[in-house]
């Protein structure tokens, strides 16, 4: 049984999303991590107060960290090179 509602609408979107790589869908697997980042925050909140056993921490960071590798080889929108100005230089 689910804590709460919004625990439920996280819930929800990890599994509606979970299949970002079958399906190759950069928009799910955005979403999924979304859904990744706020379980993993609602439940250190909620750990404080339940015991950490009903969450299996690592496992969502384990979660997290495939998504951000299968995003990052596939999202061209975050590649383009980046200048850094420091006193009037372009550092590249």
Known sequence: MALDPD?????????????FDEDNDL???KTYRTACRR????????SKGASSAEFNFEEIRA???RV????????STNNA???CFV??????
Not at 39 to 46: F, S, V
Not at 68 to 75: E, N, Q
């Open 7 to 19: 625990f439920d609408t996280i819930i929800n979107a990890c599994l509606a999303n979970a299949d």
């Open 27 to 29: 928009t799910k697997a």
């Open 39 to 46: 379980k993993l925050h609602y439940a250190e909140r909620m």
């Open 63 to 65: 979660e997290l960290t």
């Open 68 to 75: 951000d590798a299968w995003i990052s080889a596939r999202d």
């Open 81 to 83: 090179p980046r200048n």
């Open 87 to 92: 006193r009037g230089r372009a550092l590249t």
